[in-house]
């Protein structure tokens, strides 16, 4: 039967008295929350200090078994850590920190990194809640960052931690969400307007993209719209790969009814300026209480271009869809007016992807020197405070880095860890400023090991996208701004002739795709000059070029040496320590971090003395 070190045990054991489950920490409400499966069995609760670098978590599972929560990654369990805790028959508990060495076999960890803040057991549920650094000195800890995180949860019928697949989850969750929506302002004058697709029947095809134009609210003064949502019909969801609502410009001539958006007629793609954007795996967003879309006033798009993407694989017919956007909408208005500036590389068959990459990057380049010609008027300067990133199923990860005079200045946004079923709007912790003149580079990683012809560019979620949406203010009338490299000079480095673009994509089919070619595929993308097209809300379009510049790696800060076990000498990293505070308060829990809790309860000098006394073997 697994236990705690004896260290360990014998603390609780000072602190837990002999009975059914009897609570070790704080009760105080921990302000996000989610089912990690689909049975609704395990409950995951959790809360975060960005500035002490620590997480606190809490899990609620139906067993009178062991429990067990921590981080896996991409493409298997095997290395991922858990922490592992339960109640034995006789009250009391066991807690430890621990990795996976096979699929269902833990071992104990060298360094313990989670304080256990809570452990009990009722006639339904175990309780366990713990806090633990972002990023602790153990290698077999990963690491809790902004990226999209693969939560593992694990449970037992007994207190043998031993996984097994009927009891084992694994779910995407983006942990560190900047701002809770009980944070945020709601109007009391909110109003309610939905934008959908009326009773369209989805083809009986893989990919569509329907478009129909509708109008905006209208309204006698200026209103601010401060929140939208999707709005899927039941039994639909699966089928809904995207929505997105684009402005059009007050002189467009827009078509009646609903067709497919980059089909035969070319007026179902008009306009181009995204307001809102939803993609699978999202849910509501609503904006900072500063922030809103502003409409009613003469400046202000009176029409939308609403676009759904239907992914149908299994060619299901009779379907009907009322897909849409749900917007909320107030008169009292916000001190900024917002837009939303679509980056990346143009989706267009010149993207190509090699069939059988381990990894392969793409990129796409915004220069922006034109905005303030383009726009019409003086641009001033951007600040951003939330992004959207998108590419289909060969997306690994992606980031957003900007220039200003040649010299990169940061990292805008990124995700290492993306999933493809998970993409939502996300704020940043600090709003970063874009000066005209700074350049943007889009990043995105691929991987096709499991395609044997190339991926190219386009609509379907079998072709491919590399795109960052950028929420920002104040609202400017640039609606895009992406970049691709000349497919020409790509060709050639790889050995293929090409008269024209067409022709250069083409050749793609020729190449023999080694891990040599792949290589050299991916540095004559990033090499070749890149054609840099910006489009404004009323379909202007002027293009320039330039160069993909060098990106460099953001440092990781130090790790959090452990309290609660030794650091052995192989698990050191080049980051280096930092050493723990004694007393942090964790957001939302105040609850005191890497100070065991005898050292609480008794004071510190007592702890001292008892902590002395266990170390000497006494």
């Not at 307007?193 to 009986?204: A, G, K, N, Q």
């Not at 749900?326 to 069939?355: E, W």
């Not at 874009?434 to 499991?450: A, N, S, V």
Request: net charge negative; charged share 20%; hydrophobic share 40%.
């Amino acid at each position: 039967m697994a236990c705690a070190p004896p260290f360990r045990l014998l603390l609780l054991m000072v602190l837990v008295a002999p009975s059914q489950g009897t609570r070790l920490g704080p009760t105080s409400h921990l302000r996000y929350s989610r089912f990690l499966d689909p049975s609704n069995v395990v409950f995951l609760s959790w809360d975060f200090d960005l500035e002490a670098e620590i997480i606190t978590f809490e899990l609620q599972v139906r067993t009178a078994g062991w429990v067990g929560l921590g981080v896996t990654n991409r493409y298997t369990i095997v290395g991922g850590d858990l922490v592992v805790g339960g109640v034995l028959p006789d009250g009391h508990v066991y807690f430890s920190d621990r990795h996976l060495v096979g699929e269902d076999t833990l071992q104990e960890d060298g360094s313990q990194d989670a304080e256990l803040l809570g452990l009990t057991e009722d006639a339904v549920y175990t309780t366990m809640r713990f806090s633990r650094p972002f990023r602790s000195c153990d290698p077999h800890d990963q690491d809790i960052t902004s990226d999209t995180m693969r939560v593992l949860a694990a449970y037992g019928l007994d207190d043998t931690p031993r996984l097994d697949r009927e009891r084992t989850f694994v779910k995407s969750i983006f942990l560190l969400q900047i701002v809770h929506p009980d944070d945020l302002d709601t109007p009391e004058d909110t109003i309610i307007h939905d934008l959908e697709i009326t009773d369209f029947l989805v083809p009986e095809e893989d990919t569509t993209y329907a478009c129909t134009f509708l109008p905006l609210p209208i309204v006698r003064k200026k209103h601010h719209i401060y929140k939208f949502e999707p709005k899927l019909v039941n039994h639909n969801e699966t089928m809904v790969h995207h929505i997105l609502v684009y402005a059009c410009g007050n002189a467009s001539a827009l078509p009646t009814g609903i067709s497919d958006c980059y089909g035969a007629d070319p007026a179902f793609s008009l306009c181009s300026q995204v307001v809102v954007g939803w993609a699978v795996g999202g849910m509501s967003y609503q904006f900072p209480d500063d922030v809103g879309v502003s409409i009613g006033t003469p400046l202000d798009p009176q029409w939308i271009r609403l676009e759904v993407h239907y992914s149908n694989f299994r060619n299901l017919p009779g379907v009907r869809d009322s897909s849409g956007i749900r917007m909320y909408y107030t008169a009292k208005l916000r001190k900024y007016d917002m837009g939303v500036l679509q980056l990346g590389f143009l989706t267009f068959p010149i993207h190509f992807i090699p069939p059988g990459a381990e990894s392969f990057l793409s990129y796409g380049l915004c220069k922006t020197e034109r905005f303030e010609e383009m726009n019409g008027a003086p641009v001033p300067d951007i600040q951003v405070y939330g992004y959207l990133l998108h590419t289909h199923l060969a997306g690994r990860a992606l980031q957003a880095v900007q220039y200003r005079n040649g010299t990169q200045l940061r990292t805008i946004c990124k995700d290492d860890s993306y999933d493809f079923n998970l993409q939502e709007t996300r704020d940043l912790p600090h709003r970063v400023e874009i000066k005209p003149g700074d350049e943007l580079l889009i990043e995105c990683h691929y991987q096709t090991l499991d395609r044997d012809f190339p991926t190219f560019g386009g609509p379907s979620t079998t072709n491919e996208m590399c795109l960052v949406f950028l929420f920002y203010y104040p609202r400017n009338n640039i609606s895009s701004c992406m970049g691709y490299p000349d497919i020409i000079s790509v060709a050639r480095e790889l050995g293929e002739e090409a008269a024209d673009s067409m022709e250069g994509m083409m050749a793609m089919n020729n190449v023999e795709w080694t891990p040599e070619s792949i290589r050299k595929a991916e540095k004559a993308c990033k090499e070749a000059q890149q054609t840099v097209i910006i489009k404004t809300i009323d379909e202007t379009v002027e293009n320039t070029t330039g160069w993909i510049p060098e990106i460099t790696p953001m440092p990781r800060g130090p790790c959090l040496e452990s309290w609660g076990g030794k650091v052995e000498p192989q698990d050191e990293t080049p980051a280096g320590f930092r050493v723990a505070p004694g007393v942090l308060s964790a957001v939302g829990t105040a609850t005191p971090w890497r100070l065991p809790m005898a050292a609480l309860l008794f004071g510190q000098g007592a702890f001292s003395w008892l902590l002395a006394t266990l170390q000497a073997g006494v």
